[in-house]
């Protein structure tokens, strides 16, 4: 049985409707990664208005890893309701709110008091962190990293790396905000070993703390354990721990941006304790709420509870729907072992590709931790020439075919991988099968192209 099945080459005849009244209504800056619209979605697999039914591996870019209109998760929506939809935490509070509050400091990593704050999207969370940790610290600067992606609005893009799409044209940027050096291990100069270039780059951290910030103005120092938007690059443990440990040192906030790495899809549900860390804060949305916004900001106990009354807070922050699909979610994640199948859902994607890498020359790095694992790219495997193009025919190949898969890196040229963590072996072989055809077919014809 396939489970995927297309019809019609895409975009299909209702779907081209649609489109043309979305060029009519909608601004050309709102970005799509496929030319269809969504009729229905279960589990992992997602059906268009044309009849068309796609294997997911985008999972919304990671919004969904327990799939697509759980059972649990719509049950517990439908409660909510059936008895109120919104009072506004700040004006009448709900117990749902307490309750996933509750949930998240005990899942977070550390033994110390937590306290929780719940808002709605991933960017509100890092802008809420970055709020904290100047009121905690009395400070103002804060600190990201190359490659970095934290959110599109002005404080949250400020942060982030890269400039095309997210940044050009929108300055100027909110100031304070400085860039450090991050380690990309496939990217590191060809003398070094991966020991060597971990001290190099550790070096360089503590370099850019003597000639681009001084230590005693930052407030916190923003991190995600595993790079998303900027290519699933994952850093050495021990860059990771050393910059804690800086931090400890000088009295700086650690924050773990988790907004995309939590909640099961590095095989824990913080990638941060693949590093055997203790953030200070740690930032959550995406998977959190199983397609509902809803994000939080988890911290120390003393630095939640450094902002005075009404400090912090939104109309919408955590609303009580968002809060019922986390505690669903969180659920779903437990009683079905999601963990362990991120693990496995990973190793299989990695064997896939590592089997592949020796019948095409164009794949020059394969990584990830647990099923959040991506490919590179290249035309030149020993120059490591990115190729950005050949990546975005091969994602239109396998849309074409049935497959929902997105891109990332700030090259674009890597093939990342999101799937939901309940996928079935049979969807999950079906979908592999469909990126490896396409992987092949793109660049074969490519070699042929470059033959003639």
Same mark, same amino acid.
């Given at each position: 049985? *396939?489970?995927?099945?297309?019809?019609?080459?895409?975009?299909?005849?209702?779907?081209?409707?649609?489109? $043309?009244?979305?060029?009519?209504?909608?601004?050309?800056?709102?970005?799509? #990664?496929?030319?269809?619209?969504?009729?229905?979605?279960? =589990?992992?697999?997602?059906?268009?208005?044309?009849?068309?039914?796609?294997?997911?591996?985008?999972?919304?870019?990671?919004?969904?890893?327990?799939?697509?209109?759980?059972?649990?998760?719509?049950?517990?929506?439908? +409660?909510?309701?059936?008895?109120?939809?919104?009072? =506004?935490?700040?004006?009448?509070?709900?117990?749902?709110?307490?309750?996933?509050?509750?949930?998240?400091?005990?899942?977070?990593?550390?033994?110390?008091?937590?306290?929780?704050?719940?808002?709605?999207?991933?960017?509100?969370?890092?802008?809420?962190?970055?709020?904290?940790?100047?009121?905690?610290?009395?400070?103002?600067?804060?600190?990201?990293?190359?490659?970095?992606?934290?959110? *599109?609005?002005?404080?949250?893009?400020?942060?982030?790396?890269?400039?095309?799409?997210?940044?050009?044209?929108?300055?100027?940027?909110?100031?304070?905000?400085?860039?450090?050096?991050?380690?990309?291990?496939?990217?590191?100069?060809?003398?070094?070993?991966?020991?060597?270039?971990?001290?190099?780059?550790?070096?360089?951290?503590? +370099?850019?703390?003597?000639?681009?910030?001084?230590?005693?103005?930052?407030?916190?120092?923003?991190?995600?354990?595993?790079?998303?938007?900027?290519?699933?690059?994952?850093?050495?443990?021990?860059?990771?721990?050393?910059?804690?440990?800086?931090?400890?040192?000088?009295?700086?906030?650690?924050?773990?941006?988790?907004?995309?790495? =939590?909640?099961?899809?590095?095989?824990?549900?913080?990638?941060?304790?693949?590093?055997?860390?203790?953030?200070?804060?740690?930032?959550?949305?995406?998977?959190?709420?199983?397609?509902?916004?809803?994000?939080?900001?988890?911290? *120390?106990?003393?630095?939640?509870?450094?902002?005075?009354?009404?400090?912090?807070?939104?109309?919408?922050?955590?609303?009580?729907?968002?809060?019922?699909?986390?505690?669903?979610?969180?659920?779903?994640?437990?009683?079905?072992?999601?963990?362990? *199948?991120?693990?496995?859902?990973?190793?299989?994607?990695?064997?896939?590709?590592?089997?592949?890498?020796?019948?095409?020359?164009?794949?020059?790095?394969?990584?990830?931790?647990?099923?959040?694992?991506?490919?590179?790219?290249?035309? +030149?495997? $020993?120059?490591?020439?990115?190729?950005?193009?050949?990546?975005?025919?091969?994602?239109?190949?396998?849309?074409?075919?049935?497959?929902?898969?997105? =891109?990332?890196?700030?090259?674009?040229?890597?093939?990342?991988?999101?799937?939901?963590?309940?996928?079935?072996?049979?969807?999950?072989?079906? #979908?592999?099968?469909?990126?490896?055809?396409?992987?092949?077919?793109?660049?074969?014809?490519?070699?042929?192209?470059?033959?003639?």
């Amino acid at each position: 049985m *396939r489970h995927a099945s297309i019809n019609t080459p895409l975009p299909g005849p209702k779907a081209s409707d649609l489109l $043309e009244r979305r060029k009519k209504i909608v601004p050309d800056a709102v970005s799509y #990664g496929i030319p269809t619209f969504a009729r229905e979605a279960h =589990g992992a697999k997602v059906t268009d208005v044309d009849g068309n039914t796609f294997i997911d591996f985008a999972g919304a870019i990671g919004t969904i890893n327990v799939g697509h209109c759980h059972p649990k998760v719509k049950d517990a929506l439908h +409660d909510q309701v059936e008895k109120y939809i919104h009072t =506004g935490f700040n004006v009448m509070m709900y117990e749902p709110y307490i309750a996933l509050a509750e949930k998240l400091a005990e899942l977070a990593p550390g033994s110390h008091d937590k306290k929780v704050l719940l808002q709605n999207s991933g960017a509100e969370a890092v802008e809420n962190a970055v709020k904290i940790a100047r009121k905690y610290t009395g400070r103002q600067a804060i600190v990201t990293f190359a490659n970095a992606f934290h959110g *599109r609005t002005l404080m949250t893009m400020s942060m982030t790396s890269k400039v095309k799409p997210y940044k050009f044209g929108f300055g100027p940027f909110a100031p304070e905000v400085y860039k450090a050096p991050f380690p990309y291990a496939y990217r590191r100069p060809d003398n070094m070993t991966e020991k060597e270039y971990s001290d190099f780059m550790i070096d360089q951290f503590k +370099d850019f703390l003597l000639k681009e910030v001084a230590p005693e103005t930052i407030a916190a120092v923003v991190m995600e354990p595993i790079q998303g938007e900027g290519g699933f690059i994952v850093p050495d443990k021990a860059f990771v721990q050393t910059v804690k440990e800086l931090c400890a040192e000088h009295g700086i906030l650690f924050v773990a941006d988790e907004i995309q790495t =939590g909640f099961a899809r590095t095989g824990a549900y913080f990638a941060s304790e693949h590093f055997d860390i203790v953030p200070d804060l740690i930032t959550v949305s995406k998977s959190l709420g199983a397609g509902m916004p809803i994000s939080g900001v988890i911290g *120390r106990k003393e630095m939640m509870d450094a902002a005075n009354a009404g400090e912090l807070g939104g109309t919408y922050s955590g609303n009580p729907l968002g809060c019922r699909a986390a505690l669903a979610a969180i659920d779903i994640i437990e009683e079905e072992k999601l963990n362990d *199948r991120a693990n496995e859902i990973g190793q299989k994607v990695k064997e896939t590709f590592h089997t592949l890498s020796g019948e095409v020359d164009c794949i020059g790095d394969i990584r990830g931790i647990g099923a959040m694992v991506a490919v590179e790219i290249v035309s +030149d495997l $020993e120059k490591k020439t990115p190729a950005k193009s050949l990546a975005a025919q091969m994602i239109s190949t396998a849309q074409q075919q049935g497959l929902l898969v997105l =891109g990332a890196g700030v090259y674009g040229n890597v093939i990342r991988f999101l799937m939901p963590l309940v996928i079935t072996d049979e969807e999950l072989d079906e #979908g592999l099968s469909i990126i490896e055809s396409a992987v092949r077919t793109v660049w074969n014809t490519t070699l042929v192209t470059s033959n003639e």
